[in-house]
C-alpha cells in the first residue's frame, strides 16, 4: 500500500541536543511538507519541497533545517535554536503542483523535550 | 492574513443524528477548501476538496458547502456513527505570490457521537 511514514512516533531528546524526523513516502510524489501542530492552534508548515535538492521555508522556518536528497525522502532536523520543539510533527506528500488534488499525511512524531 | 475559524471547538450529539460542523475564513480570494478527520494521535486524512469554482462535494454520508462571498464552509454528516468521532479540520488554500499554494488551517472541531 502506498502511503507516508514517519518515524518514530514518539521521540524524547534533552534540551540544547539535534533530533533528526524522518519521513519517507512511496507515493511517487514530487512534493513534500513538514508541519508542526500544537494545541489550540491549526497546523503550521515548516518547510515544503517541490522537487529533489530544492526546498522553501514555510512560516516558522526558524530552528529547523530540512534536505532533499531523495524524491522518498524528507527529514526535518529541530535544532537545539528552535525554542519551543515540544509539539506534534506531521509530514505530508501531494504531487506538484497540485492544483485540486489533496495531501496525503503521515501519522506523525510527537517529539518531546525536557 | 487568511484567518480560519471552527465553532465550535467540541461537539457531542447522540447516534444516528445529523450534524453540521462549521468553518468561517476571512479572505474570499481562495483556490480550494479542504476538509480532514484527525483521529487521536494520527495524522490528517482527506475527506473532501472544493474548488473554488464549486459549490458543495459529496463522499458517502459526508456533504461540504462552500460559499466564499460570505467566507463560510459547511460539513454535514449524515446518520452519525460512532466512528465518526473524530476532529475535523478544515483548511483554506490560496495561491501565493509565488505560484504555489499555502493552506491555512483552522483548529478543529472535536465530535464526539455519544452510542
Known amino acids: 500500500d502506498g502511503g507516508i511514514t514517519q518515524s518514530p512516533k514518539y521521540l524524547f531528546r534533552k534540551e540544547g541536543q539535534n533530533v533528526t524526523l524522518s519521513c519517507e513516502q512511496n507515493?511517487?510524489?514530487?512534493?513534500m511538507y513538514w508541519y508542526r501542530q500544537d494545541p489550540g492552534q491549526g497546523l503550521r508548515l515548516i518547510y515544503y519541497?517541490?522537487?529533489?535538492?530544492?526546498?522553501q521555508k514555510g512560516d516558522i522556518a526558524e530552528g529547523y533545517s530540512v534536505s532533499r536528497e531523495k524524491k522518498e525522502s524528507f527529514p526535518l532536523t529541530v535544532t537545539s535554536a528552535q525554542k519551543n520543539p515540544t509539539a506534534f510533527y506531521l509530514c505530508?506528500?501531494?504531487?506538484?503542483?497540485?492544483?485540486?488534488?489533496?495531501?496525503?499525511f503521515g501519522n506523525g512524531t510527537r517529539l518531546t523535550v525536557t | 492574513k487568511q484567518e480560519v475559524t471552527q465553532i465550535p471547538a467540541a461537539l457531542s450529539v447522540p447516534e444516528g443524528e445529523n450534524l453540521v460542523l462549521n468553518c468561517s475564513f476571512t479572505?474570499?480570494?481562495?483556490?480550494?477548501l479542504q476538509w480532514f478527520r484527525q483521529d487521536p494521535g494520527k495524522g490528517l486524512t482527506s475527506l473532501l476538496l472544493?474548488?473554488?469554482?464549486?459549490r458543495e462535494q459529496t463522499s458517502g454520508r459526508l456533504n461540504a458547502s462552500l460559499d466564499k462571498s460570505s467566507g463560510r464552509s459547511t460539513l454535514y454528516i449524515a446518520a452519525s456513527q460512532p466512528g465518526d468521532s473524530a476532529t475535523y479540520l478544515c483548511a483554506v488554500g490560496i495561491l501565493s505570490n509565488f505560484g504555489n499554494e499555502k493552506l491555512t488551517f483552522g483548529t478543529g472541531t472535536r465530535l464526539t457521537i455519544i452510542p
Open positions: 505530508a506528500s501531494s504531487i506538484r503542483d497540485r492544483g485540486n488534488s489533496p495531501l496525503h
Open positions: 519541497s517541490q522537487i529533489v535538492n530544492d526546498f
Open positions: 507515493l511517487n510524489h514530487d512534493a
Open positions: 472544493i474548488q473554488s469554482s464549486q
Open positions: 479572505d474570499s480570494a481562495i483556490y480550494n
